[in-house]
């Protein structure tokens, strides 16, 4: 838990990613789904997650449908096609950063 | 355990009260609100305690505050702020070129016309800016009408001060001087309208798209 501005940098590819293999996603469900598959390791605040959707909203990346819920509505995020090429790039990016991180943290071990 | 529309209500009533009026943001606020609110009273806590407990936790977002890239005078919720911001944000330096650039260029390198074109490209500038003037009316006439608020409505709001680069070269009538040669202040003040125009062309869309996303549905 201490360690949550490591993730931080990582939160743009960390929702792309997600959407990558969800289709579709809103807010709440992308915290939470982030808690499962971390087993509570990361807590995305709404002070974080919601910048960085807007970030991505705004960079054309992501794209906006609204449905009903019910007894409300729901704004639901979707990768654009620029998006998913966005994905790719991203993930192989951190991919190297890990990499590179490996051989700094324990230059006696490689991943090759 | 689902909150009831009158606990909805409660919730809405809140994001009244702080502000958060803007559709596109309005919606995913009050839907992770429901959910957090939900959370806790499956937790076993009361509605009136999961309420208190959820907006401890949002309160800090909905703090007034303005930005560098709108002017003090435009002060909103910080989440909304920081949404406008981060639209903003490349306009805005667009915006800063147009307007230094001509004068920049026009400084260093005059552009003179001969007599006779001298009335010829004045009377298409000026029509030219007439032009974007009248749509700038419309679009501010057509947002303020708008009952929907959404952040590209406060984004637009901010830039409509910006007319004078428009309304100045009009009234004056002129954008080149006795010598024929084009004007370095008013060329500036022409390319930054004609950018401002674009800014909020491009806004305006963005306002039109939100509010028609939301009536679908």
């Known amino acids: 838990m201490g360690n949550q501005k490591l993730y931080k940098g990582s939160l743009q590819t960390i929702i792309l990613q997600l959407l990558a293999s969800n289709e579709k996603m809103y807010g709440y469900e992308i915290t939470q789904k982030v808690k499962e598959l971390t087993k509570g390791e990361l807590n995305i605040t709404e002070g974080a997650l919601y910048p960085a959707l807007h970030k991505l909203e705004a960079d054309g990346l992501l794209d906006v449908e ?41 230059p006696k071990f490689s991943l090759e | 355990m689902e909150l009831t529309k009158e606990q909805i209500e409660i919730v809405e009533h809140y994001l009244q009260n702080r502000k958060v009026e803007y559709l596109d943001l309005k919606v995913e606020i009050l839907d992770h609100m429901i ?7 499956n937790k076993n806590h009361s509605f009136e305690n999961a309420l208190k407990m959820t907006t401890i936790k949002w309160e800090q ?31 805005y330096f667009l915006y800063l070129a147009a307007y230094l650039l001509p004068m920049f260029f026009l400084k260093n390198s005059a552009i003179s016309f001969q007599e006779q074109e001298v009335n010829l490209i004045n009377n298409l500038l000026l029509s030219a800016t007439f032009l974007a003037l009248i749509y700038m009316i419309y679009i501010i006439i057509k947002t303020q009408l708008s009952k929907q608020k959404s952040t590209y409505r406060f984004i ?9 680069f428009l309304i100045i ?13 084009l004007s370095s202040i008013f060329m500036s003040f022409l390319s930054a309208g004609f950018m401002v125009t674009f800014i909020c ?17």
């Open chain 1, 66 to 106: 609204v449905a009903n819920v019910g007894n409300r509505l729901r704004k639901y995020y979707k990768l654009t096609e620029n998006g998913s090429k966005e994905t790719a790039n991203k993930v192989s990016e951190m991919q190297e950063f890990l990499r590179t991180m490996q051989h700094l943290v324990n």
């Open chain 2, 61 to 91: 977002h909905f703090k007034q505050r303005s930005s560098f890239y709108f002017g003090m005078f435009y002060a909103e919720s910080k989440i909304v702020v920081d949404k406008a911001v981060k639209e903003f944000r490349p306009f």
């Open chain 2, 201 to 217: 062309h491009h806004f305006y869309k963005k306002h039109q798209a939100v509010i028609e996303k939301y009536k679908r549905v």
């Open chain 2, 156 to 164: 637009l709001k901010t830039q409509y001060i910006a007319v004078v």
């Open chain 2, 169 to 181: 070269p009009l009234l004056l009538g002129s954008f080149l001087d006795h010598k024929g040669q």
């Open chain 2, 35 to 41: 959910l957090d609110i939900e959370q806790f009273m």
